[in-house]
């Protein structure tokens, strides 16, 4: 639990914050509180470990904290109002976070409990520097099968798709070969592989990957160049204010006809400028539905059990068949975005070609009720963890291992999506790597001896 709580954590500065919010807020419930203080030390243990680990964990504990924390709190006290009807939090306070907070606290502690000193999250660096002088053609290699498969990915079925989906993540594994294996930046694959994330996020006006791929490869510069407190405070700020602008302009972006590119972007900014500011205190308030993942979790509480019974594992064996069985062999199982579960256990009508998940946090709900969720977060978080573990353990033969972290939990760090593709994305990743490292050993083998000479 070291990774958990670090013996050169500043308590002293954590408890100046603490206080400082409650006489600020003083008006906040006692939950609410709890809720935003547990979220603060989640991003600071974040904020601390960029520069020294690829943050895995860290990720994953954060963007629950913000959807299931901060975007609820800020509902409670004060944003509800803005919102559409049925996207207000339907369940007292109390009662929520009575759920949340236990089912989020678990899931954290099964990703530190056995995690010791952030296993699977190292980086050895003279391994992957030693790796691309010996195949210094392999991450341009990357970058390349990358912008191939993206580009071919929509030409097949979903689950082929979904294959050249993860291969297109390849040219990050090839960009993060180069930032740590060579002595100078090469600023041209920067530069297409960055530029491609970002016209292909405007075009989809879809932009969790590209804030996903911006964290992590700041991790790896931070690794690479060993950022400063101020670098660090400079760089949060940027990220803060470009997820705040895309937060808030996207549902305008998205609704655009024609092109996506980063010109309409500019021009839905100013628009939204000159209609009363970006930033305004209304335009914050409608954005906070995108970060609040709690309302689904209230209107599957309110559902369940009293107008739909517990599934009482049912739901989940279907989860679990639909994350490992192949759909040549289960043609049946369930897909992606499927409304009809979603209805079921939320109550909540979607519309065609709108795409909302029970989350994990939902899914244990509606499985096992409030203690029965609570573990099963407990036992998710530890899966994590142990997945982690096996790359720790892999990556003493094969160093560069490591930088496929990201490839694997990428997706899964995405608390409002379906349980069922996000353990999908988990196997298929993992399986595609070892099919990769089977075909290639000696390519990817490092001796140790070399390394320690190196």
């Not at 075009?203 to 490869?217: A, K």
Request: with cysteine; glycine share 8%.
């Amino acid at each position: 639990m070291r990774t958990l709580f670090p013996p050169s954590y500043n308590w002293p500065v954590f408890a100046l914050v603490a206080i400082i919010i409650r006489v600020v807020f003083f008006n906040i419930s006692i939950l609410s509180f709890i809720a935003i203080l547990i979220s603060i030390y989640e991003f600071s243990l974040l904020f601390e470990s960029v520069g020294h680990i690829i943050p895995t964990r860290y990720l994953l504990g954060s963007f629950m904290c913000i959807q299931f924390f901060i975007g609820p709190t800020f509902a409670y006290n004060g944003l509800d109002k803005y919102q559409y009807f049925k996207y207000q939090m339907r369940i007292p306070e109390s009662q929520y976070f009575a759920y949340a907070i236990p089912a989020v606290l678990f899931f954290i502690i099964g990703l530190h409990i056995s995690a010791g000193k952030y296993k699977g999250e190292i980086v050895d660096r003279k391994g992957v520097e030693l790796f691309v002088k010996k195949n210094p053609g392999l991450p341009y290699a990357f970058i390349v099968l990358g912008f191939f498969a993206s580009i071919i990915s929509g030409f097949f079925s979903s689950e082929l798709a979904f294959v050249f989906y993860l291969l297109g993540s390849f040219k990050f594994i090839g960009l993060f070969l180069l930032v740590l294996g060579s002595k100078q930046i090469k600023v041209w694959p920067l530069v297409l592989v960055i530029g491609s994330i970002i016209s292909s996020s405007l075009g989809s006006g879809m932009f969790h990957d590209l804030l996903t791929w911006i964290i992590f490869s700041a991790a790896v510069f931070g690794i690479k160049y060993k950022f400063t407190f101020k670098i660090k405070l400079i760089g949060l700020s940027s990220f803060i204010f470009i997820a705040l602008t895309i937060q808030i302009l996207k549902g305008s972006f998205r609704d655009l006809s024609g092109k996506k590119d980063l010109e309409s972007f500019v021009n839905v900014y100013d628009q939204k400028n000159d209609e009363g500011g970006v930033f305004s205190f209304q335009s914050l308030a409608l954005a906070n539905v995108r970060i609040n993942q709690g309302f689904i979790i209230t209107n599957i509480i309110s559902t369940v059990p009293d107008m739909v019974p517990f599934a009482h594992g049912e739901e989940m064996n279907e989860i679990l068949e639909s994350a490992i069985m192949p759909r040549f062999l289960d043609p049946n199982k369930l897909k992606a975005g499927d409304r009809g579960i979603f209805v079921k256990y939320s109550g909540i009508p979607v519309q065609e070609g709108t795409s909302m998940g029970l989350s994990s946090l939902g899914d244990a709900y509606v499985n096992y009720g409030t203690w029965g969720g609570v573990i099963f977060m407990f036992i998710l978080g530890y899966f994590y963890s142990e997945i982690l573990k096996v790359f720790q353990k892999t990556s003493a033969i094969y160093p560069v291992l490591i930088l496929f972290v990201p490839l694997v939990f990428y997706y899964p760090i995405r608390p409002d999506c379906e349980l069922q593709t996000i353990l999908g994305h988990v196997v298929k990743s993992c399986f595609l790597i070892f099919v990769m490292i089977q075909v290639w050993k000696t390519k990817f083998l490092v001796n140790k001896r070399e390394v320690a000479a190196s």
